[in-house]
Protein backbone atom coordinates (compact mmCIF):
# COMPACT_ATOMS: atom_id res chain seq x y z
CA UNK A 1 0.00 0.00 0.00
CA UNK A 2 1.36 3.68 -0.77
CA UNK A 3 1.38 5.30 1.99
CA UNK A 4 2.83 8.32 3.85
CA UNK A 5 3.18 8.64 7.66
CA UNK A 6 4.27 11.52 10.11
CA UNK A 7 5.43 11.54 13.35
CA UNK A 8 7.17 13.48 15.69
CA UNK A 9 4.55 15.93 17.24
CA UNK A 10 3.73 17.19 20.27
CA UNK A 11 4.05 20.03 23.03
CA UNK A 12 6.57 21.74 22.86
CA UNK A 13 7.18 25.49 24.46
CA UNK A 14 8.02 29.01 22.84
CA UNK A 15 11.42 28.91 21.83
CA UNK A 16 12.05 25.13 21.76
CA UNK A 17 12.53 22.70 18.78
CA UNK A 18 11.02 19.40 17.11
CA UNK A 19 11.87 17.13 14.59
CA UNK A 20 9.02 16.00 12.61
CA UNK A 21 9.78 12.60 10.08
CA UNK A 22 7.14 11.27 7.34
CA UNK A 23 8.31 7.71 6.46
CA UNK A 24 7.21 6.43 2.30
CA UNK A 25 6.26 3.09 1.49
CA UNK A 26 5.27 1.75 -1.63
CA UNK A 27 6.51 4.16 -3.91
CA UNK A 28 10.22 5.26 -5.50
CA UNK A 29 10.51 8.16 -2.79
CA UNK A 30 13.39 9.70 -3.95
CA UNK A 31 12.00 9.99 -7.71
CA UNK A 32 9.21 12.60 -6.03
CA UNK A 33 9.76 16.28 -4.65
CA UNK A 34 7.87 16.35 -1.16
CA UNK A 35 6.14 19.12 0.86
CA UNK A 36 5.49 19.84 4.07
CA UNK A 37 1.85 21.69 4.64
CA UNK A 38 0.29 22.75 8.12
CA UNK A 39 -3.10 23.41 9.38
CA UNK A 40 -3.83 25.29 11.86
CA UNK A 41 -6.93 24.51 14.51
CA UNK A 42 -9.73 25.00 12.31
CA UNK A 43 -7.88 26.83 9.89
CA UNK A 44 -6.74 26.40 6.41
CA UNK A 45 -4.10 24.70 4.90
CA UNK A 46 -0.67 26.26 4.50
CA UNK A 47 2.24 25.52 2.80
CA UNK A 48 5.65 25.31 4.74
CA UNK A 49 8.10 24.04 2.90
CA UNK A 50 9.16 21.72 0.06
CA UNK A 51 12.22 19.44 -1.39
CA UNK A 52 13.41 18.50 -4.86
CA UNK A 53 13.36 14.15 -4.82
CA UNK A 54 17.38 14.63 -5.09
CA UNK A 55 17.46 17.14 -2.07
CA UNK A 56 19.52 19.32 -3.56
CA UNK A 57 16.63 22.06 -3.64
CA UNK A 58 14.55 23.91 -0.68
CA UNK A 59 12.38 26.06 -0.39
CA UNK A 60 10.47 27.49 2.27
CA UNK A 61 7.36 29.80 3.21
CA UNK A 62 8.88 33.13 4.69
CA UNK A 63 7.34 32.10 7.69
CA UNK A 64 9.51 29.45 8.87
CA UNK A 65 12.55 30.84 6.92
CA UNK A 66 15.38 30.39 8.53
CA UNK A 67 13.75 28.36 11.80
CA UNK A 68 12.70 25.66 9.95
CA UNK A 69 14.80 23.10 7.58
CA UNK A 70 13.50 20.23 5.57
CA UNK A 71 15.88 17.39 4.76
CA UNK A 72 15.18 13.99 3.48
CA UNK A 73 16.54 10.75 3.42
CA UNK A 74 16.19 8.93 0.57
CA UNK A 75 17.98 5.49 1.38
CA UNK A 76 15.54 5.28 4.48
CA UNK A 77 12.69 6.45 2.49
CA UNK A 78 12.25 9.50 4.70
CA UNK A 79 11.11 13.33 4.79
CA UNK A 80 12.10 15.70 7.75
CA UNK A 81 11.24 18.61 9.33
CA UNK A 82 13.09 20.38 11.55
CA UNK A 83 11.90 23.22 13.32
CA UNK A 84 13.33 25.49 15.89
CA UNK A 85 12.75 28.64 17.59
CA UNK A 86 8.82 27.24 17.41
CA UNK A 87 6.04 30.14 18.06
CA UNK A 88 2.61 29.98 18.96
CA UNK A 89 1.47 30.19 15.86
CA UNK A 90 3.33 27.42 14.53
CA UNK A 91 1.08 25.08 16.42
CA UNK A 92 -0.91 22.74 13.63
CA UNK A 93 -1.38 19.53 12.32
CA UNK A 94 1.72 19.25 9.58
CA UNK A 95 0.95 16.87 6.92
CA UNK A 96 3.99 15.82 4.58
CA UNK A 97 2.47 15.54 0.79
CA UNK A 98 3.76 14.12 -2.19
CA UNK A 99 4.18 15.70 -5.56
CA UNK A 100 3.02 13.91 -8.14
CA UNK A 101 4.90 15.50 -11.50
CA UNK A 102 7.16 18.03 -9.40
CA UNK A 103 5.27 20.83 -10.56
CA UNK A 104 3.05 21.32 -7.34
CA UNK A 105 0.26 19.46 -6.42
CA UNK A 106 0.00 16.82 -3.98
CA UNK A 107 -1.63 13.16 -4.95
CA UNK A 108 -0.74 11.56 -1.78
CA UNK A 109 -1.14 12.93 1.83
CA UNK A 110 0.04 11.67 5.36
CA UNK A 111 -2.30 11.53 7.92
CA UNK A 112 -0.44 14.57 9.90
CA UNK A 113 0.98 15.33 13.08
CA UNK A 114 0.01 17.74 15.63
CA UNK A 115 2.55 20.23 17.12
CA UNK A 116 1.72 22.34 20.03
CA UNK A 117 3.81 25.51 20.94
CA UNK A 118 2.82 26.39 24.35
CA UNK A 119 3.70 27.10 27.53
CA UNK B 1 3.00 35.61 -2.32
CA UNK B 2 -0.28 35.52 -4.61
CA UNK B 3 -3.21 35.01 -2.54
CA UNK B 4 -6.37 32.72 -3.23
CA UNK B 5 -9.83 34.26 -2.50
CA UNK B 6 -12.51 30.96 -2.68
CA UNK B 7 -16.00 31.84 -2.73
CA UNK B 8 -18.56 31.43 -1.33
CA UNK B 9 -17.34 30.41 2.15
CA UNK B 10 -20.39 28.16 2.98
CA UNK B 11 -22.81 26.63 0.65
CA UNK B 12 -25.82 24.93 1.72
CA UNK B 13 -27.31 22.13 -0.96
CA UNK B 14 -29.15 19.28 -1.30
CA UNK B 15 -28.37 15.93 -2.46
CA UNK B 16 -29.14 16.01 -6.47
CA UNK B 17 -28.08 19.66 -7.34
CA UNK B 18 -25.06 21.42 -9.17
CA UNK B 19 -23.13 23.01 -7.11
CA UNK B 20 -20.12 25.86 -8.51
CA UNK B 21 -17.27 26.97 -6.07
CA UNK B 22 -15.11 29.83 -7.25
CA UNK B 23 -11.04 30.61 -6.45
CA UNK B 24 -10.06 33.45 -7.97
CA UNK B 25 -5.54 34.86 -8.12
CA UNK B 26 -4.34 37.64 -6.84
CA UNK B 27 -2.51 37.52 -9.94
CA UNK B 28 -2.13 35.74 -13.23
CA UNK B 29 -1.56 31.93 -12.67
CA UNK B 30 -2.30 30.37 -15.80
CA UNK B 31 -3.69 27.19 -15.13
CA UNK B 32 -1.52 26.04 -11.99
CA UNK B 33 -4.37 25.20 -9.89
CA UNK B 34 -5.29 22.16 -7.83
CA UNK B 35 -8.88 21.43 -6.57
CA UNK B 36 -9.13 19.31 -2.79
CA UNK B 37 -11.65 17.88 -0.98
CA UNK B 38 -11.01 18.09 2.80
CA UNK B 39 -13.36 15.82 5.66
CA UNK B 40 -13.13 16.82 8.91
CA UNK B 41 -9.91 15.39 10.84
CA UNK B 42 -8.90 13.79 7.60
CA UNK B 43 -5.86 14.61 5.20
CA UNK B 44 -6.95 16.25 2.02
CA UNK B 45 -7.79 14.45 -1.45
CA UNK B 46 -6.58 15.76 -4.65
CA UNK B 47 -9.72 16.14 -7.29
CA UNK B 48 -8.63 18.26 -9.99
CA UNK B 49 -5.20 19.81 -11.21
CA UNK B 50 -4.00 21.92 -13.94
CA UNK B 51 -7.16 23.66 -13.88
CA UNK B 52 -9.92 21.18 -15.22
CA UNK B 53 -7.61 17.82 -15.14
CA UNK B 54 -9.45 14.99 -13.49
CA UNK B 55 -7.19 12.76 -10.87
CA UNK B 56 -7.24 9.55 -11.26
CA UNK B 57 -10.46 7.53 -9.25
CA UNK B 58 -12.17 10.93 -8.90
CA UNK B 59 -15.60 11.06 -10.00
CA UNK B 60 -16.62 12.54 -13.84
CA UNK B 61 -19.08 14.74 -11.45
CA UNK B 62 -16.71 16.80 -10.65
CA UNK B 63 -14.94 18.92 -12.82
CA UNK B 64 -12.97 22.17 -13.19
CA UNK B 65 -12.41 25.22 -15.56
CA UNK B 66 -10.92 28.62 -15.86
CA UNK B 67 -7.64 30.44 -16.38
CA UNK B 68 -5.56 33.28 -15.14
CA UNK B 69 -6.97 34.68 -12.11
CA UNK B 70 -10.58 33.15 -12.04
CA UNK B 71 -11.33 29.29 -12.14
CA UNK B 72 -14.28 27.66 -10.61
CA UNK B 73 -14.88 23.69 -9.64
CA UNK B 74 -18.64 22.36 -10.51
CA UNK B 75 -20.32 19.48 -9.14
CA UNK B 76 -22.94 18.31 -11.45
CA UNK B 77 -24.95 15.54 -9.28
CA UNK B 78 -24.28 15.95 -5.60
CA UNK B 79 -23.84 12.95 -3.64
CA UNK B 80 -24.45 12.32 0.01
CA UNK B 81 -20.23 11.47 0.30
CA UNK B 82 -19.86 14.89 -1.57
CA UNK B 83 -20.90 17.19 2.10
CA UNK B 84 -17.53 18.42 2.80
CA UNK B 85 -14.99 21.29 2.71
CA UNK B 86 -13.05 22.27 -1.04
CA UNK B 87 -9.80 24.30 -1.46
CA UNK B 88 -8.43 24.89 -4.22
CA UNK B 89 -4.74 25.77 -4.55
CA UNK B 90 -1.88 27.88 -6.77
CA UNK B 91 1.04 26.05 -7.38
CA UNK B 92 2.57 28.62 -10.19
CA UNK B 93 5.46 29.06 -7.96
CA UNK B 94 6.97 29.02 -4.76
CA UNK B 95 5.41 29.25 -2.43
CA UNK B 96 2.46 27.54 -3.10
CA UNK B 97 -0.86 29.06 -1.46
CA UNK B 98 -4.14 28.04 -0.81
CA UNK B 99 -7.47 29.79 -0.64
CA UNK B 100 -9.52 29.55 2.92
CA UNK B 101 -12.07 26.95 1.82
CA UNK B 102 -15.49 26.56 0.84
CA UNK B 103 -17.46 24.37 3.27
CA UNK B 104 -20.27 22.56 1.80
CA UNK B 105 -23.32 21.91 3.65
CA UNK B 106 -26.20 19.73 3.20
CA UNK B 107 -29.47 22.20 3.29
Known amino acids: EVQLLESGGGLVQPGGSLRLSCAASGLTFSTYAMSWVRQAPGKGLYWVSG????????YYADSVQGRFTISRDNSKNTLYLQMNSLRAEDTAVYYCAKDLRGVGYFDLWGRGTLVTVSS | DIQMTQSPSTLSASVGDRVTITCRAS??????LAWYQQKPGKAPKLLIY???SLQSGVPSRFSGSGSGTEFTLTISTLQPDDFATYLC?????????FGQGTKLEIK
Open chain 2, 89 to 97: QQYKGYAYT
Open chain 1, 51 to 58: ITGSGGSK
Open chain 2, 27 to 32: QSISRW
Open chain 2, 50 to 52: EAS
